[in-house]
């Protein structure tokens, strides 16, 4: 297996939503039916990062899919 930057984002993206939602949990910030609206947008934001940095020449699908995807993983 090799380590690209599409996997890098993927597992950045996957540690900030477990963080965040962590973070929301322990502390209430939010009712637990809401977070996957918190991963979804966590996913959508690192997506237009990774096409607005031109990361790995993805397109703006790929990068807000492979994100979202990554943040829903977690």
């Keep these: 297996m090799q380590i690209t930057v599409v996997s ?3 597992l ?3 540690i900030l939503t477990y ?3 962590w973070i929301a949990k322990k502390f209430n910030l939010m ?3 809401l977070l996957p609206v918190q991963n979804g ?3 959508i934001a690192s997506g237009f990062l990774c096409y607005a940095l031109g ?3 993805m397109d703006l699908t790929t990068s807000l899919i492979t994100c979202l ?3 829903y993983a977690a």
Excluded: K
Aim: proline share 0%.
């Design 12 to 14: 950045v993206t996957t």
């Design 41 to 43: 947008l966590i996913g």
């Design 31 to 33: 009712e637990a039916n």
């Design 55 to 57: 990361l790995d020449g």
């Design 69 to 71: 995807m990554a943040s």
């Design 8 to 10: 890098i984002v993927g």
């Design 19 to 21: 963080f965040f939602g």
